[in-house]
T-cell receptor
Framework: GAVVSQHPSWVICKSGTSVKIECRSL??????MFWYRQFPKQSLMLMAT?????????EQGVEKDKFLINHASLTLSTLTVTSAHPEDSSFYIC??????????????FGPGTRLTVL | QKEVEQNSGPLSVPEGAIASLNCTYS??????FFWYRQYSGKSPELIMS????GDKEDGRFTAQLNKASQYVSLLIRDSQPSDSATYLC???????????FGTGTRLKVLA
């Protein structure tokens, strides 16, 4: 498999503040990174896809100005939830698609970040 | 019709039995299929992938694919209580690297 880390693992913030979540690949260079959101008892919902050095592409219904994604390098992507509100409370999970040497369409998931907005 | 259909369960099986998890998908162009296991409160972990029609075995797990029927399944032999989790079927959307996740089947293995 692959080692993916996310930081923080959980965060509680006040409504109106911004929260940044980091996703790091620890043992391979990630060609593509994905950000998902999962509400309780629901499946994963893809929010956006990002490739290193280019802008993220967002899924329909996901506000790009609210969920800012920066794919800073082949090992780091960040998701910033701006002006968070209670309805943004969710489990945010990143996944990475590996480049050469591994099956290139396999996604490896980070451990997730649980966001609670008060 | 949902893009990926899975029985939500719970599917309850006794310890040591075979658990059979099924998934149908609508994207005829899908060529890659993945099974993930997700424990409550945790992120998905990859169990196995399958690309060709037929069976693929990995330890206690066997994935089966039938592209003509748009059907993929996962068999877990000698089920253990530690296998109790939600199993997510994820075909890769044709022409992209995106996955289409099903809602998952919750498996309970009874000791």
């Amino acid at each position: 498999g692959a080692v993916v880390s996310q930081h923080p693992s959980w965060v509680i913030c006040k409504s109106g503040t911004s929260v940044k979540i980091e996703c790091r690949s620890l043992d391979f260079q990630a060609t593509t990174m994905f950000w998902y959101r999962q509400f309780p008892k629901q499946s994963l919902m893809l929010m956006a896809t990002s490739n290193e050095g280019s802008k993220a592409t967002y899924e329909q219904g996901v506000e790009k100005d609210k969920f800012l994604i920066n794919h800073a390098s082949l090992t780091l992507s960040t998701l910033t939830v701006t002006s968070a509100h209670p309805e943004d409370s969710s489990f945010y999970i990143c996944s990475l698609r590996a480049g050469g040497g591994r099956a290139t369409d396999t996604q490896y998931f980070g451990p997730g970040t649980r966001l609670t907005v008060l | 019709q949902k893009e990926v259909e899975q029985n939500s369960g719970p599917l309850s099986v006794p310890e040591g039995a075979i658990a059979s998890l099924n998934c149908t998908y609508s994207d005829r162009g899908s060529q890659s299929f993945f099974w993930y296991r997700q424990y409550s409160g945790k992120s998905p972990e990859l169990i196995m992938s399958i690309y060709s029609n037929g069976d693929k075995e990995d330890g206690r797990f066997t994935a089966q694919l039938n592209k003509a029927s748009q059907y993929v399944s996962l068999l877990i032999r000698d089920s253990q209580p530690s296998d109790s989790a939600t199993y997510l079927c994820a075909p890769r959307r044709s022409g992209t690297y995106k996955y289409i996740f099903g809602t998952g089947t919750r498996l309970k293995v009874l000791a």
